[in-house]
């Protein structure tokens, strides 16, 4: 019994850290993108992709742990995410491969360059907005019955997914606008800081809008916060990500503390991530379907987490290792071959 309970526990926080790592590390590429129509020029475009070049493929490696983990530890889970959000799920790829193909094309045309720019903004922009209407399709919560999905193809639509879909947008684009305050100097550092305060405020607007909502979906993500006492052992995670607003904001003008900005974005999305993980704990699927009763057998959890104790270290050390050698400033005429 201790293993049925525990192992379903251990991996949700395995996949939860895998689709957090991924949101973090690749959401300030897919912010580039979003940020390209803004550079002043092809070389400036040139300059903000390379600040990524070296690193931005590995990202998605979190991407494919936390799909293959949600396959292997909780299968009605991935079964009825797939089944419901399929549209959505099917776009995001083909925005992800767009955008990949796109970054490496634009470096090597000549005449077509401003066309692969164009191809590289317009994937990130889908595959963010891809990812922002799964979420809120997943918090919405989906209508089932003995496990299985009783929504239409395009039952995913509503108000809210549009809601955060646009605001995952927006996010990934204080993401990108802060990681170029990192990374650059000059000419398109400043053109990032003026772009990051607009944009702190846009996303701070947007979660209080998605948190204002969340009390009115029939998932009731919301009500737990106010139940048994719950709120004032809660509390401090929308107090500290206001808090942490208020530092982003203050931080996104200062000059010579360039890590500050993108530091404390990465915390701001951390916090939310935790409001959301304690909004829908036990639920994997909201409303009605918990981790115990997704989960494969135990011999099945057990098989795979022996194997994820050598890979999650590996991925751990290699992406440790690739921005450890990339640190430090890209120079505007930095090349990528």
Request: hydrophobic fraction near 60%; aromatic fraction near 16%; charge should be positive.
């Amino acid at each position: 019994m201790a293993m049925e309970y525990w192992l379903p526990i251990l991996w949700f926080g395995v996949i939860g850290f895998g689709v957090l790592m991924y949101v973090l590390l690749d959401g300030f590429v897919l912010g580039l993108g979003i940020l390209a129509p803004f550079a002043e020029d092809e070389k400036q475009l040139d300059h903000m992709m390379n600040t990524a070049a070296p690193i931005w493929d590995g990202n998605e490696t979190w991407l494919v742990l936390g799909g293959a983990g949600l396959l292997a530890a909780f299968p009605k889970a991935y079964a009825v995410v797939l089944s419901a959000l399929y549209l959505p799920v099917l776009l995001m790829l083909i925005a992800l491969v767009f955008r990949g193909v796109a970054f490496e094309f634009r470096f090597k045309a000549q005449r077509s360059k401003p066309a692969w720019g164009a191809a590289f903004a317009l994937g990130s922009m889908f595959a963010a907005f891809a990812q922002g209407v799964i979420l809120g399709a997943l918090v919405e919560g989906m209508p089932l019955n003995g496990g299985k999905y009783l929504g239409g193809a395009f039952g995913w639509f509503s108000p809210f997914s549009m809601l955060t879909g646009i605001a995952v947008v927006f996010g990934y684009a204080l993401l990108g606008s802060t990681w170029l305050i990192l990374k650059t100097e000059g000419a398109l550092q400043k053109v990032a800081r003026g772009l990051t305060r607009p944009l702190v405020l846009v996303v701070v607007a947007f979660m209080g809008l998605v948190s204002a909502w969340l009390p009115f979906l029939d998932s009731r993500i919301m009500a737990r916060w106010f139940e048994g006492g719950n709120f004032w052992w809660l509390a401090p995670v929308p107090a500290l990500a206001l808090l942490n607003a208020f530092a982003l904001w203050r931080a996104a003008m200062r000059q010579g503390r360039d890590a500050a900005p993108f530091v404390l974005t990465l915390c701001f999305f951390a916090l939310g991530f935790a409001g959301l993980v304690l909004g829908i704990w036990p639920n994997i699927v909201p409303p009605g379907l918990t981790i115990w009763q997704a989960a494969s057998p135990p011999s099945s959890q057990g098989f795979v987490l022996a194997g994820l104790v050598v890979l999650l270290p590996a991925i751990l050390g290699y992406t440790y290792w690739s921005y450890s050698v990339f640190k430090g400033k890209v120079a505007a005429d930095a090349g990528y071959h």
